[in-house]
């Protein structure tokens, strides 16, 4: 595997695995759910987390540019 678009691309895979298996668990939860059930709490904290990742997987990240100087210019471009 040398090209990084192809780990990318398996962490998304794998992401969406176990978001698929954590949504599978939660609908299979019994019920009635308590607001204070620390086992569906923690379903839902992961499921979140899934999420989160595969935001991150997928937007765009800010690179910024070194400033050059200008040739002839003694400041910096903008």
Same mark, same amino acid.
């Given at each position: 595997?040398? $090209?990084? &678009?192809?780990?990318?691309?398996? /962490?998304?895979?794998?992401? =969406?695995?176990?978001? /698929? /298996?954590?949504? =599978? $668990? ?20 992961? &499921?979140? *987390?899934?999420?989160?990742?595969? /935001? ?10 070194? =400033?050059?100087? $200008? ?5 910096? &471009? *903008?």
């Amino acid at each position: 595997m040398t $090209d990084y &678009s192809e780990c990318l691309m398996i /962490a998304r895979q794998e992401l =969406r695995l176990a978001q /698929a /298996a954590l949504r =599978r $668990d939660m609908a299979d939860y019994p019920t009635p759910i308590a607001g204070c059930d620390e086992q569906f709490n923690h379903l839902l904290d992961q &499921s979140q *987390r899934i999420r989160n990742a595969l /935001a991150a997987l997928e937007a765009p990240q800010f690179v910024p540019t070194p =400033r050059r100087l $200008d040739i002839g210019m003694s400041i910096e &471009s *903008r």
